[in-house]
Nanobody
Framework: HVQLVESGGGSVQAGGSLRLSCAAS?????MGWFRQAPEKEREPVAA?????????HYADSVKGRFTASHDNGKNTLTLQMNSLNPEDTAMYYC????????????????????WGQGTQVTVS
């Protein structure tokens, strides 16, 4: 079982930036960020193949504004969010998976086994 602890959320004005971090307690094959706004379904934001190529993937809505990165030594996933707008307001969740198990793609919720508690991002 892998535990994930997110940090870095907060409130910011439109056009501002925030940086989220997610520390993992064990091996991760792929890590991702997802978000859920009130009364909406959880949606993908970004993902990185942490156990292999290191390739990153982004949802169209955040391409060019958000950057995901992974520190192998600290086993920490980071999401740098720039040019934030009110539509980015949501609870942001970190997720990960081992190398085994069903795979539906890096930006699919059902690819992931372990989830963090979430960190709130509010853009006004």
């Amino acid at each position: 079982h892998v535990q994930l602890v997110e940090s870095g959320g907060g409130s910011v004005q439109a056009g501002g930036s925030l940086r989220l971090s997610c520390a993992a307690s064990g091996y991760t094959h792929c890590m991702g960020w997802f978000r859920q706004a009130p009364e909406k379904e959880r949606e993908p934001v970004a993902a990185i193949a942490t156990g292999g190529t290191g390739r990153s993937h982004y949802a169209d809505s955040v391409k060019g504004r958000f950057t995901a990165s992974h520190d192998n030594g600290k086993n920490t996933l980071t999401l740098q969010m720039n040019s934030l707008n009110p539509e980015d307001t949501a609870m942001y969740y970190c997720a990960t998976r081992p190398s085994s198990g069903s795979w539906f793609g890096p930006l699919q919720l059902k690819s992931y086994n372990y989830w963090g508690q979430g960190t709130q991002v509010t853009v006004s």
